[in-house]
């Protein structure tokens, strides 16, 4: 299984930019997939996640109303709409996909699929 995130890049403080990962399994379709993000000497956090069905969605307090994730379980991708963004919000962030076909919970660890990363950097 990979994942493969795309989007990042340099935008200025208030500007937008969305992410979007493809898993080459269709068999994730139905899997909660999630965003998270990772600045150097940090550990990794919890963005955004959303459920197989997408019904559900779960957002970091940091993030809430100015991030949207979304997926297409005909493609197998998910997006992450990021507005208004901040220059707090700079890190390499990572799409992730459960092996479980439920959904249990927003921590890294209950994912096991991992994206390569793509950098999103925000000037103020």
């Known amino acids: 299984v990979q994942l493969q995130a795309s989007g990042g890049g340099l935008v200025q403080a208030g500007g937008s930019l969305r992410l979007s990962c493809a898993a080459s399994a269709q068999r994730l379709s139905r899997n909660p997939m999630g965003w998270f993000r990772q600045d150097p000497g940090k550990e990794r956090e919890f963005v955004a996640v959303?459920?197989?069905?997408?019904?559900?969605?779960f957002y970091a307090d940091s993030v809430k109303g100015r991030f949207t994730v979304s997926r297409d379980n005909t493609k197998t991708t998910m997006d992450l709409q990021m507005n208004n963004l901040k220059p707090e919000d700079t890190a390499v962030y990572y799409c992730?996909?459960?092996?479980?076909?439920?959904?249990?919970?927003?921590?890294?660890?209950?994912?096991?699929?991992w994206g390569q990363g793509t950098q999103v950097t925000v000037s103020s």
């Open positions: 959303i459920t197989g069905s997408g019904r559900s969605t």
């Open positions: 992730a996909a459960s092996h479980y076909g439920y959904y249990s919970g927003t921590a890294a660890r209950e994912f096991h699929y």
